[in-house]
């Protein structure tokens, strides 16, 4: 009965051992169930050699000598080891010297068991059993101190501690004390009960660690929705195309100082006397008014590369990192559908909305400025004093879209427009004035055919107006105007002609627009 019992309890253990071997591959970031199978693993050996019937059965060929020697030696083992486990389960509780002495002297035991001679083990015994009892006291205390801190599943491991120490006390009187009244192979038993509550409390510790786990995922995957949330909401007032010309990547990694260089093209627009326009709207109707024009023209810059830098009131500035031709095919775009909403508006009787355009191409220097507390991205460059110029000749010429000549240059086929020369401004650095034009937009074909005739006769004008020709160049804007009456371009020379006539010019005039800053 007695080997009967040994050889389950073999069984159970090996079994242990390999499946917590297993589970130790599957994660081996937890040491718990490394220690506990070669726990269970030794204390087999321990089983194994420990009765002669088991030993005789399982291996004939061993002698009952050195089976008794391998039974004092995984004796010897088992308890630095049982601190060991102890220590993985509760890695706070075991000082690192207490396991690396019980190991030392666990060693040392071993190694006399194994060498010394077989008429000298009898007496080793007693000194082996007092080194064990205090190891196994040292144990015990070390489980009732975590029991005591409340630790995880501490009560269960004691508990289990507690019994197999009662079983195997009971086992040494009952073999020392004939007349003892138990069983004397209750250990085995007791031993059975420790590993399933040692095994049912790692088990408990695995869900505990995959519920943390995956609580933490939860967590991490609800921090990062919540970073690209802020993200995308910041996003809303510095573009992510601005980013990328910083070489950002977002908006969490933008430093005070951070800038670059490159050649874009600026598009300056608004709303020409938006002030008339909106002296009929209260305040609520105003920015609903703003924001949906926006929310139409947003889209169309960002379908054509580029993006709003910044929004000004009634207008916007928006920038365009690839070609200059992507800025005015959207400057095109946004006059088709101002032309659309301004059928809208002639149908409910409301005033038309007049929007003008200016585009221009040059280096310019973009950033992030301020200070550690605020910080705002920026632009600095002449590009945008110039956009900025352009943008003010719409509402002097009343034209949609005007553009440098840098711009039409770089145009793969500017037939592909109508437009004509328009004006001359000064740029810094540049000793002669630069023609710039205005390009038609939103117009019917029968507009656009009354622009291309007017053309010729328009620029001759011009020409004859910067050779100070005044008198003959007014005939020509005469006749623009007869064309098409609504051209305040031809209006505004026809009355400057009359008034340079009349006065004299200064001696450096050379028609170029003056702003006032």
Known sequence: MAVLGALLLLGCLLTAGL?????????????????????????A??????QAGVVTLLFPSLSLSLSARLSLVSLQLILPLTISLVEAFYPTLVPQWVGRASWGLGAVLAL???IMPESILPGLRVVEWIADAGLAVFIGGMLLQAWRRKLPDARLVLSGAVILGLVALNDFLAFQLSAWPLSDNLTESGLLILVMLLAFSLARRTVRTATTAHTEAEQLTLQVQRLQRLNQAYLRFVPQSFLNLLGKDDIFTVRLGDQAHKTVTVMFAGVRDFTALSENMSPAENFAFINTLFGGLSPIIREHNGFIDQYRGDGLMAIFPRQPEDALRAAMAIGRLLAALNLQQEARNQPQIKFGMGLHVGPMMMGIVGEPEFMDNTVIAEVVRVTSRLDRLTKRFGATVVISEAILTSLHDSSD??????????????????TVYEVFAGLTTEQLDIKRFEKPIFEGGLFLYYGRRFAEARDYFKQALALDPHDQAAQLYINRCDEFSQA????????AETFVQ
């Open 504 to 511: 004299p010019l200064a001696t450096d005039w050379n028609g």
């Open 19 to 43: 499946y917590h071997g297993w589970l130790y591959l599957l994660r081996p970031t937890d040491r718990a169930p490394l220690v506990l199978g070669a726990w269970c693993a030794l204390l």
């Open 112 to 114: 006399i068991a194994l």
């Open 417 to 434: 427009y109508v437009f004509r020369a328009l004006s001359k401004i000064q740029a810094r650095g540049v000793a002669e004035p630069q």
């Open 45 to 50: 050996v321990f089983v194994a050699t420990r």
